[in-house]
């Protein structure tokens, strides 16, 4: 069965900084593409970024560019986004989805259960 099992949000300080982790199980995690995804209140979801099975090839929104990596541990099987310089405007939840030549980046066939990532005084 896959499952994608997020961990890391939590409250920060507009200007701090979070990492969320993915940790992947019940399929190769090497064989396939990563985004991460995030969606406020009262929106639609917004793609943040995107990974290649390798990791040498990597995508950003452009309100994240700069501020936001996306990683990958293909031997841990674990992804993750490092965020900083953190605004009231990233937060949201974000998930972690497994993007596929089908769904292509941004989206996925399967996807966490969603973290929290909240940014106030």
């Known amino acids: 069965e896959v499952q994608l099992a997020e961990s890391g949000g939590g409250m920060v300080q507009p200007g701090g900084s979070l990492r969320l982790s993915c940790a992947a199980s019940?399929?190769?995690?090497?064989?396939?593409?990563m985004s991460w995804v995030r969606q406020a209140p009262g929106k639609r979801p917004e793609w943040v970024s995107a990974?290649?099975?390798?990791?040498?090839?990597?995508r950003y929104t452009d309100s994240v560019k700069g501020r936001f990596t996306i990683t990958r541990d293909n031997a841990k099987n674990t992804l993750t986004l490092q965020m900083n310089s953190l605004s009231p405007e990233d937060m949201a939840l974000y998930y972690c989805?497994?993007?596929?030549?089908?769904?292509?980046w941004g989206t996925g066939d399967y996807w966490g259960q969603g973290n929290q990532v909240t940014v106030s005084t």
């Open positions: 990974i290649n099975i390798i990791g040498d090839s990597t």
């Open positions: 989805a497994r993007s596929t030549p089908t769904t292509g």
């Open positions: 019940g399929y190769t995690f090497s064989s396939y593409d």
